[in-house]
């Protein structure tokens, strides 16, 4: 499952494409992807303008001249392809095919000026919804999300209070959307492991009796803002369907530390130990139990 990072990279690439954009025709060639495609959904998106392309934690939001937002969630496997752009003079456009050729190409937007952005899905996991602007917040996908983990309004203070008498581990903590948005099992690990705190650890230890932050709860938000900032700019990570817009790899795979490197030695300075892979709630964890406490 794409992250924030991934989300955030395939954001970017749209950005210079999308915004401002007239949508001279829509194509939904089925009529569902994980949910029904609303009603009228062609129809709807025909002639209106991009005004703004943005992300609220894994969900992209193109709000439209009309008044109304278009959500999207890529899903397991979901990819967003942009052919015949200009840029800045220069052609914009990428083609690496999710299958057979067209087979899982379920959305394409004709851009005025010859453009297409392409929504490809092999799994079908992904969703495209068309919520009123003034509606957005109170939507059941956003309206309770936490803070994102690079606004202004995640700080050690918050996540302290939002941890605080929790009795559950700390990754599950962090996991969990209503606590801190966009974070999902890779970056977490990375981002504990760089605090050095171990995922087993309970969450409610990261606050006072009070609620209060301590040291490790600074630790922990200055790693979750470092990781992300890193792998935004390295395009995100490219497991298995993730691609930057312009059909690039994303490379942070290539500066894990921990995720998916069981039984390599842990590469914190001086530490002795191992790299270790444990399973919670059915995902993979990947952890160092000698430096992370």
Known sequence: M???????????????????????????????LRWPLPEGFAERLTGRRVEAVGRRAKY????????????VHLGMSGSIRIEGAQVKGRPAGFYHPRGEPGTHDHVVFHLAGGATVTFNDPRRFGAMLLVPYDQLDSHPLLSSLGPEPLGN???ADYLAQACAGRRTNLKAALLDQKVVAGLGNIYVSEALHRAGLSPRRMASTLASVSGAPN????????????VLRE??????????????????LG???HNFKVYDREGEPCPTLRCKGHVQRIVQAGRSTFFCATCQR
Not at 3 to 25: D, H, N
């Open 60 to 71: 992209l939001l193109a709000d439209l001249d009309g008044g109304e937002v278009l959500i």
């Open 251 to 253: 490379y942070f795979q």
């Open 153 to 155: 309004t995640f700080h």
């Open 2 to 32: 794409p992250e924030l990072p991934e989300v955030e990279t395939v954001r970017r690439g749209l950005l210079p494409v999308l915004q401002g954009a007239v949508i001279e025709s829509a194509e939904a060639r089925r009529p569902d």
């Open 215 to 226: 040291v490790r709860t600074e630790r922990l938000v200055i790693a979750i803002r470092d």
């Open 231 to 248: 792998a935004i700019q390295a395009g995100g990570s490219s497991l298995k369907d993730h691609r930057q817009v312009n059909g690039e």
